[in-house]
């Protein structure tokens, strides 16, 4: 929502992460507060978080992420960066981009394809780009552009011999 000193909601709902930030950090003179959150009807709620992994991998708990490669969903979530991120920290003691490597998919559909292979080196791609790493973008395109240039090779190579 843009700051405006005019109301144009009676209501919103943001997810926990920017809750702060639209209450207190960002826009304070817009006297904004949080008043209700999201429960089952027995009143419970939580948090709830997944790790998955192919059932054919030899990780079967969060300490056997050291030096492996977790996706998160985007360098600016909470719920799927920030709070992952911490809980292993302060539970595992694994800290992100040490113990183990991150890439972002852009979506939770994305991380799914990228664990059964679909996600190829577009998904690594995404991630550099979503993260502003442009050496590392940089190094992926020139390595599509080489194979590109040598399959293209090889093929009219093939196709010279054949007809």
């Known amino acids: ?85 911490a809980w292993l920290k302060s539970e595992f003691g694994l800290f992100k981009d040490k113990e183990f490597k991150t890439v972002f998919s852009g979506k939770h559909d994305n991380s799914v394809l990228g664990l059964v292979g679909a996600g190829g080196i577009g998904l690594q791609l995404d991630s550099s780009i979503s993260i502003l790493a442009w050496t590392q973008v940089s190094l992926i395109l020139l390595t599509i552009l080489a194979t590109v240039i040598v399959s293209e090779w090889v093929s009219a190579q093939i196709r010279h011999a054949i007809i």
């Open 1 to 85: 929502m843009p700051p405006t000193t005019k109301p144009c909601a009676q209501a919103a709902y943001i997810s926990p992460g920017p809750t702060p930030v639209a209450t207190r950090l960002q826009f304070p003179a817009l006297g904004l507060v949080p008043f209700a959150m999201m429960a089952s009807k027995d009143g419970s709620y939580g948090y709830e978080m997944e790790i998955i992994v192919p059932k054919d991998s030899n990780m079967k708990s969060p300490t056997d992420i050291k030096s492996r490669t977790l996706a998160f969903i985007s360098p600016t979530s909470s719920s799927v960066n920030n709070k992952p991120s």
